[in-house]
């Protein structure tokens, strides 16, 4: 079904980067004025947005799985870029496949989809879980990346990492997916942007329900969030590498950067003073700005 185009319309809602999806039959629009294709990948369909020139830069979001995650940072780059950036398997428009989902199996996904586009070669862009999928493409298919940006993310789980996400997996089954959801935007979230935008946790939560995958998915891509461990592999990457993160994230908490400063050779780093998880959306300019530097700058491909 390569070529196959669907519209959709996202408006904006306060606060900004809170997205509110409304279906109009068939057929949606993007605000941002961004086409989606369903590409085939043989055994699924993903979802992708494609948009600017130049040398290919792939996004690949978090859990949650989905391009729009991604808005803020797609309208900077692509002035720059040829930007790509899908809803995984699973998620959003893309195939809901009843599989046992893995890190590994994601990033053969992302393997797939550029043989589809016909894109030789990439930087990426990996957010929290989009991050793990980066680690293993620039140590398993090292020849098809020019670069990696390691956005929130971590090498390997300690305690608090595999409590937090065992309590979020107990939740979904035991509360159900809106306290999950709920959950999930607070830990995400600086907690004065969630008391000072009151519209984000009922809209931001709302276009998240819309969007649920059902419980099957979800908890196996949680499932594979708890088993992503390459802290022995890691030293092994030899690209480019920038490692970002907020000081005040919840979720992958600035020691997990630290570690992955410490363990990849000659990484470039930057800290925010805050943004918490979701920094892309809560601090775009400063996000959006450090990417970019990393991006653009040819002394980082040496």
Not at 41 to 53: F, N, P, Q, S, Y
Not at 62 to 71: I, K, M
Not at 143 to 152: G, N, P, W, Y
Not at 161 to 184: C, N, V
Request: glycine content about 8%.
């Amino acid at each position: 079904m390569n070529g196959f185009i669907i519209t959709l319309i996202w408006p904006f809602v306060i606060p900004k980067g809170t997205l509110r999806i409304e279906c109009v039959g068939v057929l949606r629009r993007i605000k941002w004025g961004f086409s989606m294709q369903m590409i085939d990948i043989g055994d699924a369909e993903l979802a992708t947005w494609r948009e600017g020139k130049g040398d290919p830069v792939f996004l690949i979001s978090g859990l949650g799985g989905r391009a729009a995650f991604w808005s803020e940072l797609i309208t900077g780059l692509a002035p720059h870029f040829d930007v790509i950036s899908h809803d995984h398997r699973g998620t959003g428009a893309s195939t809901k496949s009843k599989i046992d989902y893995s890190i590994s199996q994601m990033a053969d996904d992302v393997m797939k989809l550029m043989g589809a586009l016909n894109i030789p070669k990439a930087a990426l862009v990996g957010h929290s879980t989009g991050g793990a999928i980066a680690q293993h493409l620039a140590l398993n298919h090292a020849e098809r990346i020019t670069k990696i940006v390691l956005s929130a993310t971590w090498a390997g789980p300690n305690l608090y990492f595999k409590t937090l996400f065992e309590l979020r997996s107990q939740i979904l089954r035991d509360a159900g997916p809106e306290a999950y959801m709920i959950d999930g935007i607070l830990r995400a979230h600086p907690h004065d942007t969630v008391s000072n935008t009151p519209a984000l946790l009922a809209a931001t939560n709302e276009e998240r329900l819309a969007a649920f995958p059902g419980e099957e998915i979800e908890q196996s891509r949680i499932r594979a969030v708890l088993a992503h461990d390459l802290r022995a592999q890691v030293p092994n990457i030899a690209l480019p590498s920038f490692v970002i993160c907020a000081e005040d994230d919840q979720i992958t908490p600035v020691g997990f950067s630290h570690e992955l400063i410490d363990l990849i050779p000659n990484v470039q780093s930057t800290l925010l003073p805050r943004g918490g998880h979701f920094m892309p959306r809560v601090e775009p300019d400063a996000y959006n700005a450090a990417v970019l530097s990393f991006l653009t700058n040819t002394q980082s491909e040496m």
